[in-house]
């Protein structure tokens, strides 16, 4: 009696990337259905949002593999449980990741749910990362090419998610999944990847930030005091930002240091390392480990605070409560709260967390 094959729900997004995984795993005989989530519709027209056209190709790639698709529609879920939560961070000063929000809360939540629902096994994506299982525990690790590695906006997902998760591209290269996806005849093959945040598309952030946080223009000052400026809004800014403080004169470039949400003052600087910039530790909330807490901390490892990041040397310290201090070996470059700090063992992610308040360099807190 032949064996049923493993059934396996892609999440199809319109890029090659995700095309190859299903494509992958139907070659491996797997029952493969391709699903196309649509998680905005607040401007859902041909200037801003690309999701027809996404869905388009998505319909495209499923002729062409001969898959059937089905659609969803997660926009009330995204609003309520990614976007809130991003402009209350901004509205806060901080400056969230609504990546790993949505990771966290619809394609590892709500699209698994869904997927389960249809009676799938696993589901699957075209995110490079790995899944290694041992003794019943999953491991998160970083893709073979580290260049287009995706672990860190997965740091937050659990056991409970990562077992029936698939990532097909794990073990390989982006320059390959091209040259794959031509070889298949896929419409997608040399289909630009997307870049940005999802809902914003190709406009201006501040033009759509501007939407939902209103302008509050407050002074732009060194840190010794003196006035240089006017700024628009704290949320339109980011800690080491250069563009769009408009301050003339001589010197160095300009670069946001620091920002005070109750006396609405944008701290600036001069020159891209100006010790203002530079933290020696951070306290990071909401810490999140992919299976267990280390048993002793404190703990000697690696952090990333921004995507692309070199990994940093670390001292992990534990402190009350679901928070931690991470101590760096070299001063870090704006850590910025709001975003994410991840915590990896050579090329296992340890888990994440937010990060909160950051302490300059030969301060009481490193």
């Given at each position: 009696?032949?064996?049923?094959?493993?059934?396996?729900?892609?999440?199809?997004?319109?890029?090659?990337?995700?095309?190859?995984?299903?494509?992958?795993?139907?070659?491996?005989?797997?029952?493969?259905?391709?699903?196309?989530?649509?998680?905005?519709?607040?401007?859902?027209?041909?200037?801003?949002?690309?999701?027809?056209?996404?869905?388009?190709?998505?319909?495209?790639?499923?002729?062409?593999?001969?898959?059937?698709?089905?659609?969803?529609?997660?926009?009330?879920?995204?609003?309520?449980?990614?976007?809130?939560?991003?402009?209350?961070?901004?509205?806060?000063?901080?400056?969230?990741?609504?990546?790993?929000?949505?990771?966290?809360?619809?394609?590892?939540?709500?699209?698994?749910?869904?997927?389960?629902?249809?009676?799938?096994?696993?589901?699957?994506?075209?995110?490079?990362?790995?899944?290694?299982?041992?003794?019943?525990?999953?491991?998160?690790?970083?893709?073979?090419?580290?260049?287009?590695?995706?672990?860190?906006?997965?740091?937050?997902?659990?056991?409970?998610?990562?077992?029936?998760?698939?990532?097909?591209?794990?073990?390989?290269?982006?320059?390959?999944?091209?040259?794959?996806?031509?070889?298949?005849?896929?419409?997608?093959?040399?289909?630009?990847?997307?870049?940005?945040?999802?809902?914003?598309?190709?406009?201006?952030?501040?033009?759509?930030?501007?939407?939902?946080?209103?302008?509050?223009?407050?002074?732009?000052?060194?840190?010794?005091?003196?006035?240089?400026?006017?700024?628009?809004?704290?949320?339109?800014?980011?800690?080491?930002?250069?563009?769009?403080?408009?301050?003339?004169?001589?010197?160095?470039?300009?670069?946001?240091?620091?920002?005070?949400?109750?006396?609405?003052?944008?701290?600036?600087?001069?020159?891209?390392?100006?010790?203002?910039?530079?933290?020696?530790?951070?306290?990071?909330?909401?810490?999140?480990?992919?299976?267990?807490?280390?048993?002793?901390?404190?703990?000697?490892?690696?952090?990333?605070?921004?995507?692309?990041?070199?990994d940093q040397n670390c001292l992990v310290h534990e402190r009350e409560g679901n928070t931690l201090l991470v101590e760096f070996e070299e001063p870090q470059r704006a850590p910025t709260p709001g975003q994410s700090l991840v915590l990896y063992q050579g090329d296992e992610v340890l888990g994440g967390g937010i990060i909160g308040t950051t302490y300059p360099v030969d301060s009481l807190e490193s």
């Open positions: 009696m032949t064996p049923p094959k493993m059934k396996v729900v892609v999440g199809l997004s319109g890029g090659v990337d995700s095309a190859i995984a299903a494509a992958r795993l139907k070659a491996q005989d797997c029952e493969v259905t391709g699903l196309f989530m649509k998680n905005w519709e607040e401007d859902d027209d041909a200037e801003y949002c690309v999701a027809r056209e996404d869905l388009a190709m998505a319909e495209q790639v499923v002729e062409a593999l001969d898959i059937p698709l089905k659609t969803v529609n997660f926009a009330h879920e995204y609003w309520e449980r990614v976007f809130a939560i991003f402009l209350r961070e901004y509205e806060a000063g901080r400056t969230p990741n609504p990546d790993v929000l949505c990771n966290r809360e619809i394609k590892f939540k709500e699209f698994l749910s869904y997927a389960q629902h249809l009676g799938s096994d696993y589901i699957a994506t075209g995110h490079y990362a790995r899944v290694e299982k041992e003794n019943g525990v999953c491991h998160l690790l970083k893709a073979v090419d580290h260049s287009k590695d995706q672990s860190y906006f997965l740091h937050t997902l659990n056991q409970k998610a990562l077992s029936p998760t698939l990532f097909p591209l794990g073990e390989s290269l982006k320059k390959d999944i091209r040259a794959e996806a031509d070889a298949l005849g896929l419409p997608n093959a040399s289909r630009k990847d997307s870049t940005g945040i999802c809902f914003i598309g190709e406009r201006r952030f501040s033009d759509f930030l501007s939407r939902y946080l209103p302008a509050k223009p407050g002074e732009m000052r060194t840190p010794e005091g003196q006035s240089v400026g006017e700024h628009q809004g704290l949320w339109f800014y980011t800690l080491g930002q250069r563009h769009g403080l408009d301050i003339g004169g001589p010197g160095d470039a300009w670069y946001v240091c620091a920002k005070d949400v109750v006396t609405n003052v944008l701290t600036v600087v001069q020159g891209h390392d100006h010790p203002g910039l530079m933290r020696q530790s951070a306290v990071v909330e909401n810490m999140h480990w992919v299976d267990n807490l280390p048993e002793a901390l404190p703990l000697q490892c690696c952090a990333k605070t921004r995507y692309r990041q070199e």
